[in-house]
């Protein structure tokens, strides 16, 4: 305490100016607090609450911008999905085309036209597939494999992204064929034997979807064969489908033997066919075909062709002197009236898929291991057999594109649901900082009044000891 009266040091005004300065300072920093909205304006006001908030802020300018990538990426999605759309419906359209060829009612001039509006539509589905971009990048060419999004604020959070090549050179079926050294070896797509010519044992499939095998007996029919790989396809992705053809040259005037399905040693559905020509053979067959689901015409080389479009074994017993010779392959039948010709020719099954898949002891059925595609551009419905075979393509490639489709609209879905998990998780980082940042603005008004308050009575007081001091100098000589 200084000394009473002393002029040298005024104690009441040193007080009064330190109660100024604190409220002129707490004033100062209210009326930032009431101008910027924040009670935290630089890291003096509150050093552990401003790095929280800077946090905060960082997390959430993250979150942002992650937000706009994941609409980007939906954008781009939609953009894919769209053209993916027109590819649908113009294979729509050349599948339409492939059944009316397939119905044999075509002249040969006809047929050519619907092959030239085959290949125009083959060169739009390409058109599409290299002209579709998303911000000049290439969607459907191919080129578009393992692209990530970045949906997060932090490193890692990402979504890749493959979208599968749609040109008509990478769509159609994946199916297999007759192998080089089996059964089918000469070019019959059957074979022929009296107890049975498939190998016994277990062909196992190595699908797109997954495994899975099918068990084969020597007599058993392709069809059957077909049924099972059917029965599996939800598991493996791998459908089948057989037929059974196969080629005689008949020979001799005089031809009488018992037709039908089962096995050699067991027939089913038989018929007996009689006839002096192979032209008589073909009524005949056809005539019993309600029967036993077989067909029979001759080719243009005079050859007799029988047909069972399902599958089934085709089984002869023939017991008079005409023959027939397998024109491709191996094996005839030979009539004998004293010891008949017991003969079972099975067919063919074929697996089949939209992506590629493997076989083992795919011998068995006289089959290769590796499936192989038959693509949408090198489809041909100038025939009637190409445009059968062009309806398998194109299902098998409406399917390639379904598939992708619902994998576009899958992710498309994750993305939407990463973008509202964005929004959510943005306005409750707002929340937070807020709590830690942001001035309460009437407390504020409040405190910044009682402040401007004490100003004021600072100065007051201020004055009274300058007021005294100066009385003092009165007592001066």
Known sequence: MSAIGSILSNNGALDALAAIRNSSNTTNTLEAQLSSGKKINSPADNPAGYITAEGFTSQLNGINQALNNVNQGISLLQTAEGALNQQTNILQSMNSIAVQASNGTQTPQEAQSLQEVVGQLNSQVDTIANQTQFNNINLLDGSFSGVDFQVGANNGQTISLSIAGTKSTAIGMYATAASASGLYAAGSSAAMSSAGVFTAGSVGINGPNGNASVAVTATESAASIASAINNLTGKTGVAAQAKTSVV??????????????????????????SATSASGLVNAINNATSTTG???QLNSSGDLVMNQAQGENITISNDTAGTLTQAKGTGSIVGNATTPTKTMIQGKVQFQSSQGFSLTNSAYVGLTATSSLSSLSGINVATASGAETAINVIKYALQSLGAEGGQLGAA??????????LTTTSQNLQSARSVVQDANIPQVSSELTQQQILQQAGVSALKSSSTLQQQFTRLLP
């Open 294 to 296: 077989i067909s029979a």
């Open 412 to 421: 498309q879905q994750r993305l939407q649901a990463d973008a509202n998990n």
């Open 248 to 273: 005689f040259k008949a020979t001799g005037s005089d031809f009488s033997f018992t037709l039908g399905n089962g096995t050699a040693a067991a027939p089913t559905n038989t018929v007996n066919i």
